[in-house]
């Protein structure tokens, strides 16, 4: 099993985990029974019961420590010297090469700092509306031309894709938007299939020169459009010609950027669609408000409390420490349950109420906090916004179909199933 980007279970064994069999069962009672099919399907009550009783918990089933507490996943995220990415079971690291994702300290600041500006609220906002903007409304005219459709693959997915893709300049390369997404769920898969070998233990050695080369020579074309259009220039440019990484570690990165952006993206729009779609009564007091953008801003922030798009982080220790009063040792996996943060009761009344109202919204840690903070999440919200937006704007012309949705499911990605939508047509007006 890995995380979002790829990273392994602890293979230390015997030492500060919970040791095995019987004595397991005694230290992590709750741990001990927690299977990943429960964190998959129905992780929430789950979550509940182990931040109450085991808010460090041994789960055999992950080998790893599960940390379900608000307060100590904080402190964990923000501790890269003593919960590190930095370690050589990251299988992403091992296909991508270095980047920001896998390096701490020093070297984490010299490989996001290039990047740091064009992913600031200001640069984001100013670079990606007009496209983002336009692209959710072409997609759900297309949509409600059809008469409805299903809202993650016809909307937020190709949304996901268009979105980076833009960003980072490769639309240069292929302007037609369908073609774009092609290529470049090619180059998405050509990665994941690599990390997928090297998780199962094959040698993925090929498949992950392939990938990379892949993405080299995308990186190379995008360079090599600079010199014939002065008037534009796109990010990677810019960043090439700050001369702080390598060709290498330039193609490593923006392989993180793509490979962080397209499933994240396409699962947040698709779960505050979710969200909205089976709470039409918070919906009417949002649009009944006089602040569209703001219930819209704050909608999509409950939905990532509830149902982050991505809900494990791992780390690793970097030397034996206590946390929670748990004694850890050097080396063990620690997996930050980012979606049992989000419904501590400490920190969120009702926490499994759905309430863009709610105070101290802003305290959730979907994009985590401390140096890997998500790069992108400017970008993310825009465009989900974006959606959710044109979604509302044609809200009482448009009804979900339960038996045609399913709701949010996942491991480490929550993402819904289907969020299907008729829209216009007879008795469709609310
Ligand atoms: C435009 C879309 C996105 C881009 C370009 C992007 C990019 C990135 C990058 C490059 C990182 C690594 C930062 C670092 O290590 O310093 C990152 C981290 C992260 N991103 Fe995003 N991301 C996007 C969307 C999302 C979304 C929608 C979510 C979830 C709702 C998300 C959740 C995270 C999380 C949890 C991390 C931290 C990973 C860790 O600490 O191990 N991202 N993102």
Same mark, same amino acid.
């Given at each position: 099993?890995?995380?979002?980007?790829?990273?392994?279970?602890?293979?230390?064994?015997?030492?500060?985990?919970?040791?095995?069999?019987?004595?397991?069962?005694?230290?992590?009672?709750?741990?001990?029974?927690?299977?990943?099919?429960?964190?998959?399907? &129905?992780?929430?009550?789950?979550?509940?019961?182990?931040?109450?009783?085991?808010?460090?918990?041994?789960?055999?089933?992950?080998?790893?420590?599960?940390?379900?507490?608000?307060?100590?996943?904080?402190?964990?995220?923000?501790?890269?010297?003593?919960?590190?990415?930095?370690?050589?079971?990251?299988?992403?690291?091992?296909?991508?090469?270095?980047?920001?994702?896998?390096?701490?300290?020093?070297?984490?600041?010299? &490989?996001?700092?290039?990047?740091?500006?064009?992913?600031?609220?200001?640069?984001?906002?100013?670079?990606?509306?007009?496209?983002?903007?336009?692209?959710?409304?072409?997609?759900?005219?297309?949509?409600?031309?059809?008469?409805?459709?299903?809202?993650?693959?016809?909307?937020?997915?190709?949304?996901?894709?268009?979105?980076?893709?833009?960003?980072?300049?490769?639309?240069?390369?292929?302007?037609?938007?369908?073609? !774009?997404?092609?290529?470049?769920?090619?180059?998405?898969?050509?990665?994941?299939?690599?990390?997928?070998? !090297?998780?199962?233990?094959?040698?993925?050695?090929?498949?992950?020169?392939? +990938?990379?080369?892949?993405? +080299?020579?995308?990186?190379?074309?995008?360079?090599?459009?600079?010199?014939?259009?002065?008037?534009?220039?796109?990010? !990677?440019?810019?960043?090439?010609?700050?001369?702080?990484?390598?060709?290498?570690?330039? /193609?490593?990165? /923006?392989? *993180?950027?793509?490979?962080?952006?397209?499933?994240?993206?396409?699962?947040?729009? +698709?779960?505050?669609?979710?969200?909205?779609?089976?709470?039409?009564?918070?919906?009417?007091?949002?649009?009944?408000?006089?602040?569209?953008?703001?219930?819209?801003?704050?909608?999509?922030?409950?939905?990532?409390?509830?149902?982050?798009?991505?809900?494990? #982080?791992?780390?690793?220790?970097?030397?034996?420490?206590?946390?929670?009063?748990?004694?850890? *040792?050097?080396?063990?996996?620690?997996? /930050?349950?980012?979606?049992?943060?989000?419904?501590?009761?400490?920190?969120?009344?009702?926490?499994?109420?759905?309430?863009?109202?709610?105070?101290?919204?802003?305290?959730?840690?979907?994009?985590?906090?401390?140096?890997? +903070?998500?790069?992108?999440? &400017?970008?993310?919200?825009?465009?989900?916004?974006?959606?959710?937006?044109?979604?509302?704007?044609?809200?009482?012309?448009?009804?979900?179909?339960?038996?045609?949705?399913?709701?949010?499911?996942?491991?480490?990605?929550?993402? #819904?199933?289907? #969020?299907?939508?008729?829209?216009?047509?007879?008795? /469709?007006?609310?």
């Amino acid at each position: 099993m890995t995380d979002e980007f790829g990273r392994e279970p602890s293979s230390v064994a015997g030492k500060g985990n919970g040791g095995s069999g019987d004595a397991v069962l005694e230290r992590f009672p709750l741990g001990s029974s927690v299977t990943t099919e429960e964190l998959r399907i &129905h992780p929430h009550p789950v979550l509940h019961r182990l931040r109450s009783r085991e808010p460090v918990s041994w789960i055999p089933e992950l080998q790893r420590w599960l940390v379900t507490d608000w307060s100590l996943a904080l402190e964990i995220l923000r501790d890269w010297q003593r919960f590190t990415v930095d370690d050589a079971r990251f299988t992403t690291g091992q296909v991508v090469g270095p980047s920001m994702l896998s390096s701490d300290g020093a070297e984490h600041g010299r &490989h996001r700092r290039p990047f740091d500006p064009y992913f600031k609220l200001g640069a984001v906002t100013e670079r990606a509306t007009t496209t983002t903007t336009w692209l959710a409304r072409q997609l759900v005219d297309d949509i409600e031309s059809r008469g409805g459709g299903e809202l993650r693959t016809e909307l937020a997915a190709p949304l996901a894709v268009v979105t980076i893709a833009g960003y980072l300049g490769l639309d240069r390369l292929e302007p037609d938007w369908n073609r !774009l997404i092609h290529q470049v769920l090619g180059w998405y898969q050509h990665i994941v299939a690599a990390v997928e070998a !090297l998780t199962a233990g094959e040698s993925a050695s090929l498949r992950a020169s392939e +990938a990379m080369d892949q993405m +080299a020579a995308v990186v190379d074309l995008v360079l090599g459009t600079g010199d014939d259009d002065q008037d534009i220039t796109t990010m !990677l440019i810019e960043v090439a010609e700050s001369a702080t990484l390598s060709r290498a570690e330039l /193609v490593s990165n /923006v392989a *993180v950027i793509l490979f962080g952006a397209i499933e994240t993206s396409e699962a947040m729009t +698709a779960n505050a669609l979710w969200h909205l779609l089976t709470h039409p009564e918070a919906v009417e007091v949002g649009l009944n408000s006089g602040n569209r953008g703001r219930f819209i801003s704050r909608a999509v922030e409950e939905s990532l409390r509830l149902e982050p798009a991505a809900a494990l #982080v791992d780390r690793y220790t970097t030397q034996d420490l206590t946390i929670g009063g748990i004694e850890l *040792v050097a080396g063990e996996a620690v997996a /930050v349950s980012l979606a049992g943060a989000n419904r501590d009761p400490a920190v969120f009344e009702e926490p499994d109420r759905f309430h863009p109202g709610r105070p101290g919204l802003e305290r959730h840690l979907a994009f985590v906090r401390g140096p890997h +903070a998500c790069l992108g999440l &400017h970008l993310a919200r825009l465009q989900t916004r974006h959606a959710v937006e044109q979604v509302l704007d044609r809200w009482h012309r448009m009804r979900f179909v339960p038996n045609r949705s399913a709701g949010p499911s996942g491991l480490v990605f929550r993402k #819904v199933g289907a #969020v299907t939508v008729s829209v216009g047509g007879a008795g /469709v007006e609310r």
